[in-house]
């Protein structure tokens, strides 16, 4: 279980294929701090820590999972947004997100405002997921807030240091973004037969 508030950027330095399944190693401040078997989130998709060394940490994708995110087009060198799983007694900043990424949805618009960003995703909506506004979703592990939700666009707005301390100050548009749906919204929707 996480939260969406994101701890800190990693660096992936390898990728391993291995079968179906895909070995990542990254780098980052949280690195030394982790332990084998333990979950982080890496852009918002859970993932199980199988090795360590003095800075990085490798993790393990299998390929239903690379169906499902965007951890499949990474590369050397591209930043992930890290989140250790939540300890019970912390607060909730962000809302529950499990790390189960639903689909992926591509940027169609990045909107450098005055001191914040719009950005706008468009997603396959007969996979049965919704938005709401001013409900919550998680893009690329980042807990944020809907708005202007239509049918199968929303945007989202960042502030400076939500893009000063996440990769989405890299994504552009045409690029490829985690989503997990809101978990309460997945289940009024299925109880109500929408999906």
């Not at 390898?14 to 989130?41: C, F, M, P, R, W």
């Not at 990424?101 to 919704?130: H, M, P």
Request: with cysteine.
């Amino acid at each position: 279980m996480f939260t969406g508030i994101i701890e800190t950027l990693g660096t992936v330095q390898n990728i391993q294929h291995d079968g179906g399944n895909v070995h990542y190693t990254v780098q980052s401040a949280i690195s030394t701090e982790l332990k084998i078997d333990q979950s982080v989130a890496h852009n918002g998709v859970c993932l199980t820590v199988v090795s360590l060394t003095e800075n990085t940490h490798t993790v393990t994708a299998i390929e239903e999972t690379l169906q499902k995110s965007n951890l499949g087009s990474l590369k050397v060198g591209a930043k992930v947004n890290l989140e250790r799983c939540m300890q019970m007694n912390a607060r909730l900043d962000g809302h529950i997100v499990q790390g189960h990424v639903d689909q992926t949805a591509t940027c169609i618009l990045v909107n450098e405002l005055d001191g914040s960003w719009e950005y706008r995703f468009k997603y396959d909506a007969t996979k049965g997921n919704v938005t709401v506004e001013k409900g919550s979703i998680c893009v690329n592990g980042i807990s944020l807030t809907v708005v202007n939700s239509v049918y199968d666009e929303f945007s989202v707005f960042i502030i400076p240091y939500t893009h000063e301390h996440t990769n989405l100050q890299e994504v552009k548009q045409g690029d490829s973004v985690n989503l997990e749906f809101d978990i309460i919204g997945k289940y009024v929707a299925r109880l109500m037969g929408k999906s």
